[in-house]
């Protein structure tokens, strides 16, 4: 007959195994997790103009991502902002003052993505722009307006390089934006006011967001764990 001590310890065993199954990262376990993709992409999200998110055809000047990536550039315009089109509404003129650091004035068009999570989540956002934006989190499902009501993530360079902003955000490779995100459970809206600021030429945005999720099954087997570990302690001190 096996006797008490050793039982405990092959409990004891199977309840460490079953916390460091549902806590990913600690005690060297495998972590288990969902994730969320916040990618631009055409037909998602929506924007200020004509509410209607479309692909953006890749010029040279903007390299970023690697083929193969899964997200794009989006305007909405098939060929972006052009200024010669403004009498259709198409395009409304950038700031006032595209060499300052500081921009200033209403933007070109203003993007809008809508995400729900059931659970905490951490992650990060890259965003590129042509020529540059502001990048924002909001509470709950925004439709309209800029971003000011939330949180600035990033704010818009008015610096520019050859083909648009010299630095975060800006269109080229090292240009971007990298966002460390860390959000509980809610609905978030991220706003991007984004500005073409000189001449006329193609005019998009893209970003490329993943959030990670522990699983529901985590969080049981960590609980199983410690409360066998509670109910060992209690038989101990008896």
Known sequence: MQSSAGSRT?????LVSALTAG???WFGGAASAGTIDIWSLPNRGSNSVDGINVGVATT????????GSGYEWIS????GCNFFVVSTNRCTPGPANPGATTVTGAPTAIFYQTFTL????????????????GVWLDSGIIT???????TM????DGTLGANCAAGPVGCMPGN??????DLTTGTYTLVFDTYQLVGASPFGLMYDGVLSTPEPASYMLMGLGLAGLGILARRRRR
Not at 60 to 67: C, F, N, Q, R, T
């Open 76 to 79: 909405y315009g098939d060929t």
């Open 144 to 150: 309209t307006g800029n971003g000011s009501g939330g």
């Open 118 to 133: 059931t659970a905490g989540a951490t992650g990060y956002l890259d965003v590129w722009a042509d020529d540059t934006a």
């Open 60 to 67: 040279p000047a903007w390299y970023e991502p690697s083929p």
């Open 153 to 156: 993530l990033a704010s818009p």
């Open 10 to 14: 092959i409990w004891l065993t199977l």
């Open 176 to 181: 971007g934006a990298a966002i460390p995100l």
């Open 23 to 25: 806590m990913p990262g």
